[in-house]
Every structure is written in structure tokens, then in C-alpha cells.
């Protein structure tokens, strides 16, 4: 999911921050942004891969009183775990053998506004003593450094993992844990956001069709009941991802969704086809549940997958493509 910048003098709207949905389990969640924004406390969001966390982390902030400073997303996944005080805190020059220059770390370039620390599941143990501290007075000391520092930001976490598990396994530390929930916001997956995959989908054709200067069409019939019925564990991206390829491939008045048959499941009972032709949908609906239960479960990872199934990764990829799976849609990256 894209995002839209701030633009200085006019006021946001959810929409302009393209935050979408009719449902009342997203309605709540919208009131619940807007309460958060009026204070300036840490926040944690919770939800599934692909729901929007980071979407709701720019509304938080775009709504709020620091919308003029800066927005700073980090992805905690993707940082060495030997340079996270370095890209948290800064380094001086000469701190370690590849400090060349003084650099800034997210927390002076957020200064005045947001960091979002996304992915903080994937901090390791030294890492989240580090974070603590800095939250604990939001003083820091940039590493090879002697003035400790004071940061006037506002913290925001987003995790898709059970962090009161990883707590009990002893990979994330408890007292990290409440001082980042000092404000929880849990964000619906999207199948339980019940009319919304329409109305989503519907924004999404008409943005498409503006960027590919394309003719935008409505949705057919089959297209509407599968995107009223499909469990979507990919959530919105999955959506975007599914529209962006439709209406890229469909051909007609209506677009219509590659890949998926779903014509006359709807209405068909299992007697009214042959015995091989039931058997077939059969095996095509488990092939799709379980290789997409296992795309979850990995991040789409296709290499860890393909290990964890006992299959060839080729073949478990040809299975990918067979059922219109998106990896990406799997794979956590600022949801």
C-alpha cells in the first residue's frame, strides 16, 4: 500500500491517507487513531501482515500536533544487529573502523516529529536494552560520543507477532513490552472487515487505471463473490496486488480476476459435476489453503518454504503461480 505525504495547509482526512473502510471493525479502529493522535504517548500496533500498520502510524501522526515535523520509518528487520545503536543513536567519526563521517541516527533525523519502528519483533536482546533505555527519558548518547542528548520525538511500534508469546519464550523483554504499550492499537484483518474488500478494490481499479491511463471498469460478478468470500491472509497488499494484475490482464467491459476460478462455485453443489471434476476442486482448494498457510507462516519466504513442505523449491513455486499467490503479499515490509 502506497501512502500520501502531508501537504502543508490542508487539513488530513483518512481518505487522503488512504485509509479506506466502511466496516465497523475498521470504523472502531479509525475512531481509535484519532483518539491516539490528540496525545503524544508510545504507541504499539498489532495486526496481521499487510493491514496497514504503517498507514495507521502516518494517520497518528499527520492528525497529530507534530504533523509539521518529521515522519521516520525504520524497518527493525533490516538493520544489522551489529550497527542498531549506530543507526538508532548516530556515531561520531572514527567510533568503528567504517565510521568515516559523524552520522545522525533516526532518532535526531525524527527529531520534533515520529519515529516508527516497525518489525520490532525482530530486535535482538541488546538491541531492545538499547530501546529501553532510550524510552525509558528519551536521553542518548551517540556511540564513540561524550554529550548525551535529549530527543523530543514520539515513538511508535508496529509488530504482526505475538510479542506476550515471544515474552514467554524469553526473546523479547517484558519490561520493552509495557513500555511500548502504554497506548495499544489492534488493527482488523481485512476478512474480518466485512464489504470493505469491494469498496478497496473498487479505489484500487480507479487509482490503477489513472497511473496506466487505462479505462477504469467495474468489477464483474465472480470478482465481487470472491472478494467477498476469500479469507485474504495477505490481507489489503494481497487486495492491491490482486487488482493491480487484474486490470493489467483482464480483457472486457468488466474486469474480471486472473488466475482464480470462481465462476459458479458459488451456486454449484458438489453432485451436480462429475466425481473427477469435484475431486479436482478439492485438491485445487487444499493446494491454495495449504501453500498459502505455509507462505504466511514463512513471510513468503520460498527457499524456507519449500524446505519446511519437503518440496522442490521450483516445484512449490510453479504451485505459487498456479493458485495467482503473491509472495509479496506475505512478506512483512512497513504493513
Known amino acids: 500500500m502506497t501512502s ?4 502543508a495547509g ?13 466496516s465497523p471493525a475498521f470504523l472502531e479502529a479509525l475512531r481509535c487513531i484519532r483518539r491516539l493522535s490528540r496525545c503524544d504517548a508510545t504507541v504499539l500496533i498489532e495486526g496481521e501482515t499487510g493491514t496497514g500498520k504503517e498507514l495507521a502510524a502516518r494517520a497518528i ?14 524497518n527493525c528487520g533490516a538493520i544489522p544487529d551489529s550497527l ?3 543507526e538508532f543513536f548516530g556515531h561520531a567519526r572514527g567510533a568503528f573502523t567504517d565510521a568515516k563521517e559523524t552520522r545522525a541516527g533516526v532518532i535526531e533525523q525524527a527529531e520534533g516529529g515520529t519515529l516508527f519502528l516497525d518489525e ?21 548518547r551517540p556511540v564513540g560520543g561524550t554529550a548525551v542528548r535529549t530527543a523530543n520525538i514520539r515513538v511508535i511500534g508496529s509488530t504482526n507477532a505475538d510479542l506476550a ?5 524469553g526473546s523479547f523483554r517484558p519490561d520493552l513490552l509495557f513500555r511500548l504499550t502504554v497506548l495499544p492499537l489492534n488493527l482488523p484483518p481485512l476478512r474480518a472487515r466485512r464489504g470493505d474488500a469491494v469498496l478497496l478494490a473498487d479505489r484500487f481499479v480507479r487509482r490503477f487505471a489513472v497511473q496506466y491511463q487505462l479505462e477504469s471498469r467495474p468489477l464483474d460478478v465472480a470478482a465481487i463473490h470472491y472478494l467477498e468470500t476469500h479469507d485474504w491472509p495477505g490481507n489489503v497488499r494481497e ?36 466425481f473427477r471434476m469435484a475431486k479436482a476442486r478439492a485438491i485445487a482448494h487444499f493446494e491454495r489453503a495449504y501453500v498459502t ?14 524446505r519446511l513442505c519437503g518440496k522442490e523449491r521450483s516445484r512449490l513455486g510453479k504451485l505459487v503461480k498456479k493458485h495467482g499467490l503473491e509472495r509479496v503479499a506475505f512478506v512483512s515490509d512497513g504493513d
Open 293 to 306: 498457510e505455509l507462505l504466511r507462516h514463512t513471510r513468503g519466504n520460498l527457499s524456507l518454504a519449500a
Open 239 to 274: 487486495l492491491e496486488n490482486l487488482i493491480h494484475r487484474a486490470l493489467l490482464l483482464s480483457e472486457g467491459r468488466c474486469l474480471s480476476l486472473p488466475d482464480i476460478a470462481v465462476q459458479g462455485e458459488a451456486t454449484e453443489r458438489i453432485v451436480d459435476i462429475p
Open 61 to 74: 501522526h499527520y492528525l497529530g500536533a507534530r504533523h509539521a515535523a518529521p515522519f521516520i520509518p525504520v
Open 165 to 169: 508469546a515471544l515474552v514467554r519464550r
Open 120 to 140: 520490532l519483533e525482530s530486535l535482538n536482546l541488546r538491541a531492545q536494552v538499547a530501546l529501553l533505555r532510550f524510552l525509558q527519558d528519551h536521553t542518548y
Open 84 to 86: 542498531v545503536e549506530s
Open 4 to 7: 500520501t505525504p502531508r501537504v
Open 10 to 22: 490542508n487539513p488530513p482526512d483518512f481518505i487522503s491517507l488512504n485509509l479506506v473502510g466502511e
